[in-house]
């Protein structure tokens, strides 16, 4: 059994912000409406937040067409806007024990992985964009005849950002960043389950020295807020982190205007291990892949396939693993795993569990809930799982995991591959060949070898097939807030 951790409470962060932020200015919602946001560990609300909706997003678009239109930030020198960058990523580390409390409050992640895991990650990538900033550069191109032909690269103008609430401030940095680094002018909507670190980060960015109307951060739902930055003709691009099924909204509601999306969405991701694995490192590796987060990361290795060969063994150290795995209180520095974000969730991921045992999958350990209040699971195996099961091939976004047997090589790739997602993938073996076999014939933007989870601001994340398209991080991050422009100039 996963046993809940004492309590022993870091100090409870003060919360500041809970307004929109819309030209530089705190101002409640026109409606004048709240919603409430909730500690997942204890279902207390924590604060009430204005509830952004059209009537908000139309002045931030305001605010952010102006700020792109007239304002100083496109203009600027670009070494300046990466300084101002970089005195964001300096204001934000700190400040990195309150904001890593602050999300813990608000999502119920463990304090130690936003101090340790997520904000760090997040000030790198902001540091990385800001390096950017000076080197978004075009091309001279020799074309036929007498001319003089170069491309520039521009920004695309006011994007729309509309984040999950698994990684709160990771997802702020992964599209402020490049936005910012463009040159292009934001409207975010954080997701309504965690508005709060979103909040504190727009206070930082002004302390920074962002201009006014560069940041707008209008909280509220999907359907309101959401939509009306999807629907909005001043928005010149979307970028959106989420559900596939949202994505598909979304798409439908841009089509009019054909504006410009971005999407990382889901994922069901295959985690093999071969026979000739280092099994040890294999299995730490199984269990952050799937457990990270509480298990609520789009790229969760939640289908690990297990060869024929070590399939016993191999189960045993997992299983064993997951039961010693530390569930409890947030802000105890030794939990390992938070409760779910909410209640919707906590009862679609019991759904799953319960469709599993259903289906005749074998419960391995977990399935049930741990303590009385507080949205928390137990890090749950399923072995005996077939392929066609709902929990091997929906995502399930909690601490799952479906246990596969493989034998044959082809065999596997196809089982691997048989999905409509394509976000990520592992392999575990001591074979250089095969290891690099597998990395060519998985369907995933991301295939880690001999490690998972490993995340750097530099290196491109993105998803084949409904995982999404485009990609955030490193170079290939800032095209989609570039604009190509070909200027051709006769010499005659
Ligand atoms: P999840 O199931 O992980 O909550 P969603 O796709 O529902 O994923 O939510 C991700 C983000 O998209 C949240 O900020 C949410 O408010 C927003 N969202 C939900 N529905 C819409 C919509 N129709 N238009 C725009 N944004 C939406």
């Keep these: 059994m996963a046993t809940v951790a004492e309590p022993r409470r870091a ?34 609300v924590i604060a009430q937040v204005a509830e952004g909706d059209a009537a908000d997003v139309e002045a931030a678009v305001l605010a952010a067409r102006k700020a792109f239109d007239d304002g100083p930030w496109p203009r600027m020198d670009a070494r300046e806007r990466g300084r101002i ?4 990523a300096d204001l934000i580390e700190a400040e990195i024990d309150e904001l890593a409390a602050l999300e813990a409050l608000d ?7 936003a101090r340790l895991g997520d904000i760090p990650l997040a000030i790198s990538v902001l540091r990385y964009y800001a390096g950017w900033a000076d080197k978004i550069q075009g091309q001279t191109i020799p074309i036929n005849g007498n001319f003089f032909c170069y491309t520039r690269k521009e920004p695309v103008g006011v994007a729309g950002q509309i984040i999950p609430w698994n990684f709160p401030i990771l997802m702020v940095s992964w599209k402020w960043g490049p936005a910012l680094a463009a040159g292009c002018t934001i409207v975010m909507k954080p997701a309504e389950q965690t508005p709060l670190t979103c909040l504190r980060l727009a206070r930082l960015a002004q302390e920074a020295g962002v201009p006014d109307g560069v940041i707008n951060v209008v909280p509220g739902f999907g359907p309101t807020a959401g939509a009306a930055i999807v629907k909005h003709p001043g928005i010149d691009k979307v970028a959106f982190t989420g559900s596939g099924e949202t994505a598909q909204v979304i798409m439908r509601q841009a089509a009019d205007q054909l504006k410009r999306l971005t999407f990382e969405l889901g994922g069901k991701s295959p985690n093999i291990v071969f026979a000739d694995a ?4 294999a299995a730490a590796g199984a269990h952050v892949g799937i457990y990270l987060n509480q298990g609520q990361c789009c790229c969760a290795g939640s289908r690990l396939f297990v060869e024929d060969k070590i ?24 939990t390992q795993q938070g409760p779910q974000v909410d209640r919707a969730q906590y009862d679609k991921i019991m759904g799953y569990i319960e469709a599993g045992q259903k289906e005749g999958a074998t419960l391995a350990t977990g399935g049930g809930r741990v303590g009385e209040k507080g949205f928390f699971i137990e890090p749950t195996v399923f072995t005996n799982v077939a392929d066609e099961m709902a929990i091997a091939r929906e995502e399930i976004f909690g ?32 074979d250089v060949a095969k290891a690099h076999q597998t990395a060519k014939r998985l369907r995933a933007g991301t295939v880690w070898v001999n490690c998972y989870d490993v995340f750097d601001a530099a290196a491109p994340f993105g998803g084949f097939k409904q995982s999404g398209f485009g990609r955030e991080l490193g170079e290939k991050g800032l095209d989609p807030y570039l604009e190509h422009k070909t200027v051709t100039v006769s010499l005659d």
């Excluded at 280092?278 to 490192?281: C, G, I, K, N, S």
Aim: aromatic share 8%; charged share 30%; glycine share 6%.
């Design 11 to 44: 100090a409870r962060p003060e919360i500041r912000q809970t307004q929109l932020f819309i030209d530089g200015q705190w101002t409640p919602a026109r409606s004048g409406k709240t919603f409430e946001t909730i500690n997942p560990a204890t279902e207390e």
């Design 85 to 88: 960058m970089m005195r964001l």
């Design 107 to 113: 999502n119920g992640k463990p304090v130690s992985d």
């Design 278 to 281: 280092d099994l040890d490192a």
């Design 311 to 334: 399939h016993g063994e191999f189960v045993e150290r997992v299983v064993a693993d997951s039961k010693a795995r530390r569930v409890g209180d947030p802000f105890d520095p030794a």
């Design 399 to 430: 601490p799952v995991l479906s246990v596969l047997k493989f034998s044959d090589m082809d065999e596997l790739i196809r089982r691997a591959n048989a999905t409509n997602f394509g976000l990520a993938a592992a392999v575990w073996t001591r």
